[in-house]
């Protein structure tokens, strides 16, 4: 089979794995290698697909030949699919043939099982080696760590790849059980935190002997499969929560579960992928990691999933009258923070415009607050923006408004999607 | 008071010269214009000399107030901001009067146009970084772009850090110039015309197997062109692989068959017509 067949079969049975980006990378070109990953810092994204996600890396199967069944794969062993499998030189030719053409930042390597995690690893491995040694590329590589995999070679392939990730898929064991019957959480769990322990060691050698090999130098991440199982929104914002605290992840992507298969235990064929639910969940992602939000303000018990109408941010501030107004002039970072339509570079650069004078309400718009959503919730030297009358009752309605008139473009196009 | 407009050559030390004379004449200009053309007939001209000690003067004045102000001002001279000259002008004027202290303040009346026009410019930057396609050329890579900024001096540090060991040319068509890198020395020129090599067969083929690979990764069920164009302007897609016709595909010489670009199973790129101008820059406003 040529390689352009591959190609094609291999992308499109890698395309529903969400992490695209190359973040966290910072060796800088060297005389005699190929690239570098400095520009990755910023999350440089090279195109852009049909569906509007970033193309930041070359995403591809080693192989989709596989052993296991979990059913809401395409490539499960049970699907009749074409299958294919790169040779470790043809990928190794295309990486390079690519990020030398600036298609990419580099390499996202995914597997099936190919005869055992083990072996699958071992062909993985051999790809990135080529790489590495013989064709000198020090861009970016992201490798998946498959469950089951002996720790040797988990460990060979941390000091190849830039970042490793194990996904997790289903959030819940009872998902696993039942939909992925050849996965334990176990298994899943083990090379995870060794992945962990290994980076944390790394850094502490890299600290003391500048010439330590570095182990996944940018961290970890996994994907959580969204709607494939009953599992709340609260569930699985925990669990996220969980997993940046106790597994220092760098990352955790959400996938909306494109149903590929008819099956009793899964949503039907005609059910539309969650796309705005998928959206809800990495806003309230980035409350948590950048916007000192915990999973437990957003959502409880009694509240289990997001509104689908309105971002987090705001439905937390609507929820929360008595933390308003937000005096700008005053409020220290964190709670400038709390405002919607008031982002991290907005509240940066009001706390240094302030310190030129008292702020009046019409400055704001120029310093980047989007006044449609944060006129509601912030004074200006005491003041609120002129003619503004609203009510607890009409502010909701009024931000929904605003959520569906001339929200950021995802919104917005996600709406036309679901009409 | 004299309407007054001051002719430069188009050159940052010339920009600073008109600062410098406008000291010396105690007069303010009502334009900065490097064109004689586009000038009305009804004005007063003051043709502005360049010379490299005012300009120096100016220059060294500036970084002293703030070196910030000196960057963003060598920055803004890149782009399109309409009277872009003028604006800079009263920039420094401020900042001579008032010291640096209004800098502070992103929403300054005087310092908000600058200010916006280098986000727009730096934002312009960090998609090229991304967009720019290179082909391999016989031993050189060459890439082309149409920025409505000029991004060269921007993009200059990057490339050659990716491409350390290797030789290359970017050329910007919006304002005919080219970056070119051997050996460790990069440099910008004016070049008036030029046009791309035709690709050989291997070149051809990577750039088939880049416009498959594109076309594949899209998810039907996602599909979401308007999420596209928002993140990745359709003006940039002109001089991107992914979106050019079978020609761009087909090898130098050679009138063999080419696998049709478009994959089976993804979502064929929309072409773009290449050639088709004008490309000058645009206002940002
Ligand atoms: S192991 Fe991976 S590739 Fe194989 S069926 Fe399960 S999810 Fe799909």
Same mark, same amino acid.
């Given at each position: 089979?040529?390689?352009?067949?591959?190609?094609?079969?291999?992308?499109?049975?890698?395309?529903?794995?969400?992490?695209?980006?190359?973040?966290?990378?910072?060796?800088?070109?060297?005389?005699?290698?190929?690239?570098?990953?400095?520009?990755?810092?910023?999350?440089?994204?090279?195109?852009?697909?049909?569906?509007?996600?970033?193309?930041?890396?070359?995403?591809?199967?080693?192989?989709?030949?596989?052993?296991?069944?979990?059913?809401?794969?395409?490539?499960?062993?049970?699907?009749?699919?074409?299958?294919?499998?790169?040779?470790?030189?043809?990928?190794?030719?295309?990486?390079?043939?690519?990020?030398?053409?600036?298609?990419?930042?580099?390499?996202?390597?995914?597997?099936?099982?190919?005869?055992?995690?083990?072996?699958?690893?071992?062909?993985?491995?051999?790809?990135?080696?080529?790489?590495?040694?013989?064709?000198?590329?020090?861009?970016?590589?992201?490798?998946?760590?498959?469950?089951?995999?002996?720790?040797?070679?988990?460990?060979?392939?941390?000091?190849?790849?830039?970042?490793?990730?194990?996904?997790?898929?289903?959030?819940?064991?009872?998902?696993?059980?039942?939909?992925?019957?050849?996965?334990?959480?176990?298994?899943?769990?083990?090379?995870?935190?060794?992945?962990?322990?290994?980076?944390?060691?790394?850094?502490?050698?890299?600290?003391?002997?500048?010439?330590?090999?570095?182990?996944?130098?940018?961290?970890?991440?996994?994907?959580?499969?969204?709607?494939?199982?009953?599992?709340?929104?609260?569930?699985?914002?925990?669990?996220?929560?969980?997993?940046?605290?106790?597994?220092?992840?760098?990352?955790?992507?959400?996938?909306?579960?494109?149903?590929?298969?008819?099956?009793?235990?899964?949503?039907?064929?005609?059910?539309?992928?969650?796309?705005?639910?998928?959206?809800?969940?990495?806003?309230?992602?980035?409350?948590?990691?950048?916007?000192?939000?915990?999973?437990?303000?957003?959502?409880?018990?009694?509240?289990?999933?997001?509104?689908?109408?309105?971002?987090?941010?705001?439905?937390?501030?609507?929820?929360?009258?008595?933390?308003?107004?937000?005096?700008?002039?005053?409020?220290?970072?964190?709670?400038?923070?709390?405002?919607?339509?008031?982002?991290?570079?907005?509240?940066?650069?009001?706390?240094?415009?302030?310190?030129?004078?008292?702020?009046?309400?019409?400055?704001?718009?120029?310093?980047?607050?989007?006044?449609?959503?944060?006129?509601?919730?912030?004074?200006?030297?005491?003041?609120?923006?002129?003619?503004?009358?609203?009510?607890?009752?009409?502010?909701?309605?009024?931000?929904?408004?605003?959520?569906?008139?001339?929200?950021?473009?995802?919104?917005?196009?996600?709406?036309?999607?679901?009409? | 008071?004299?309407?007054?407009?001051?002719?430069?050559?188009?050159?940052?030390?010339?920009?600073?010269?008109?600062?410098?004379?406008?000291?010396?004449?105690?007069?303010?200009?009502?334009?900065?214009?490097?064109?004689?053309?586009?000038?009305?007939?009804?004005?007063?001209?003051?043709?502005?000399?360049?010379?490299?000690?005012?300009?120096?003067?100016?220059?060294?004045?500036?970084?002293?107030?703030?070196?910030?102000?000196?960057?963003?001002?060598?920055?803004?001279?890149?782009?399109?901001?309409?009277?872009?000259?003028?604006?800079?002008?009263?920039?420094?004027?401020?900042?001579?009067?008032?010291?640096?202290?209004?800098?502070?303040?992103?929403?300054?009346?005087?310092?908000?146009?600058?200010?916006?026009?280098?986000?727009?410019?730096?934002?312009?930057?960090?998609?090229?970084?991304?967009?720019? &396609?290179?082909?391999? =050329?016989?031993?050189?890579?060459?890439?082309? @772009?149409?920025?409505?900024? *000029?991004?060269? %001096?921007?993009? !200059?540090?990057?490339?050659?850090?990716?491409?350390?060991?290797?030789?290359?040319?970017?050329?910007?068509?919006?304002?005919?110039?080219?970056?070119?890198?051997?050996?460790?020395?990069?440099?910008?020129?004016?070049?008036?015309?030029?046009?791309?090599?035709?690709?050989?067969?291997?070149?051809? &083929?990577?750039?088939? =197997?880049?416009?498959?690979?594109?076309?594949? @990764?899209?998810?039907?069920? *996602?599909?979401? %062109?308007?999420? !596209?164009?928002?993140?990745?302007?359709?003006?940039?897609?002109?001089?991107?692989?992914?979106?050019?016709?079978?020609?761009?595909?087909?090898?130098?010489?050679?009138?063999?068959?080419?696998?049709?670009?478009?994959?089976?199973?993804?979502?064929?790129?929309?072409?773009?017509?290449?050639?088709?101008?004008?490309?000058?820059?645009?206002?940002?406003?």
């Amino acid at each position: 089979m040529d390689v352009l067949e591959k190609l094609t079969i291999l992308t499109d049975a890698a395309k529903y794995d969400a992490a695209c980006t190359s973040s966290g990378g910072n060796r800088t070109a060297k005389k005699g290698m190929i690239g570098n990953t400095s520009s990755s810092v910023a999350g440089c994204c090279h195109s852009f697909s049909a569906d509007g996600r970033c193309v930041t890396l070359l995403k591809v199967l080693m192989t989709n030949r596989c052993i296991y069944d979990c059913k809401y794969c395409v490539n499960r062993r049970s699907n009749d699919t074409p299958r294919a499998a790169f040779t470790p030189e043809e990928l190794a030719d295309l990486t390079i043939g690519f990020y030398r053409r600036n298609y990419i930042e580099g390499l996202f390597l995914s597997s099936g099982v190919f005869r055992s995690p083990d072996d699958t690893t071992g062909l993985m491995i051999r790809t990135l080696r080529l790489l590495r040694e013989k064709y000198r590329f020090n861009g970016y590589i992201h490798a998946k760590a498959i469950p089951g995999t002996a720790p040797e070679l988990v460990e060979q392939l941390g000091l190849l790849a830039d970042r490793l990730s194990v996904n997790i898929e289903l959030p819940s064991e009872t998902g696993l059980r039942t939909l992925a019957p050849d996965k334990t959480k176990e298994a899943i769990l083990a090379p995870m935190r060794q992945i962990r322990t290994r980076n944390l060691q790394s850094k502490e050698e890299l600290v003391k002997y500048r010439h330590a090999p570095r182990f996944a130098p940018a961290g970890q991440s996994t994907q959580l499969i969204v709607g494939a199982t009953p599992d709340s929104d609260f569930h699985i914002l925990r669990l996220t929560q969980a997993l940046y605290r106790q597994y220092r992840l760098k990352r955790v992507f959400y996938s909306a579960y494109v149903p590929v298969v008819e099956h009793a235990l899964l949503p039907a064929k005609t059910v539309k992928p969650p796309l705005l639910r998928e959206h809800r969940l990495y806003q309230a992602d980035w409350l948590l990691r950048f916007y000192g939000f915990r999973a437990e303000e957003l959502l409880d018990e009694q509240h289990p999933d997001f509104d689908i109408r309105l971002d987090p941010k705001c439905s937390w501030a609507v929820a929360h009258p008595e933390f308003f107004p937000v005096e700008v002039n005053t409020a220290d970072y964190e709670a400038l923070l709390r405002v919607p339509g008031i982002g991290m570079t907005s509240a940066r650069r009001i706390l240094a415009a302030r310190r030129t004078g008292s702020l009046r309400p019409e400055q704001l718009p120029r310093l980047g607050v989007v006044m449609k959503r944060a006129q509601y919730f912030l004074t200006a030297s005491g003041k609120l923006p002129e003619g503004l009358r609203f009510t607890q009752d009409s502010l909701l309605r009024r931000l929904i408004t605003v959520e569906n008139s001339v929200p950021d473009f995802q919104q917005l196009s996600l709406f036309d999607a679901m009409a | 008071m004299n309407e007054m407009i001051y002719l430069y050559d188009g050159s940052f030390q010339g920009f600073l010269c008109c600062v410098f004379d406008s000291y010396v004449y105690k007069e303010v200009p009502t334009a900065i214009c490097c064109d004689e053309d586009s000038v009305p007939a009804l004005f007063d001209t003051r043709g502005i000399v360049t010379d490299r000690n005012h300009a120096e003067r100016v220059y060294r004045k500036l970084v002293k107030c703030s070196p910030y102000a000196a960057s963003l001002l060598r920055k803004c001279f890149l782009t399109c901001l309409p009277q872009r000259e003028l604006r800079m002008y009263h920039l420094i004027v401020k900042l001579l009067e008032q010291g640096s202290g209004f800098l502070r303040d992103p929403s300054d009346e005087t310092l908000y146009p600058v200010l916006r026009a280098v986000r727009h410019l730096e934002g312009e930057v960090h998609l090229l970084k991304g967009f720019v &396609r290179f082909s391999q =050329l016989g031993d050189v890579l060459g890439g082309e @772009i149409r920025p409505k900024n *000029r991004v060269l %001096p921007l993009l !200059r540090h990057h490339f050659c850090a990716r491409y350390v060991g290797d030789r290359f040319f970017l050329y910007d068509r919006t304002h005919r110039e080219v970056l070119l890198y051997a050996s460790g020395q990069a440099c910008i020129r004016p070049l008036d015309d030029f046009q791309m090599a035709q690709p050989d067969a291997a070149e051809a &083929r990577y750039r088939l =197997l880049w416009k498959r690979f594109y076309d594949t @990764i899209a998810i039907r069920e *996602r599909y979401n %062109p308007r999420c !596209r164009q928002t993140q990745m302007p359709k003006r940039y897609w002109s001089t991107m692989t992914e979106f050019q016709g079978a020609t761009y595909f087909t090898p130098q010489s050679s009138c063999a068959a080419v696998p049709d670009p478009g994959a089976p199973a993804g979502i064929p790129a929309p072409e773009t017509l290449s050639g088709s101008g004008p490309f000058a820059p645009e206002s940002i406003l």
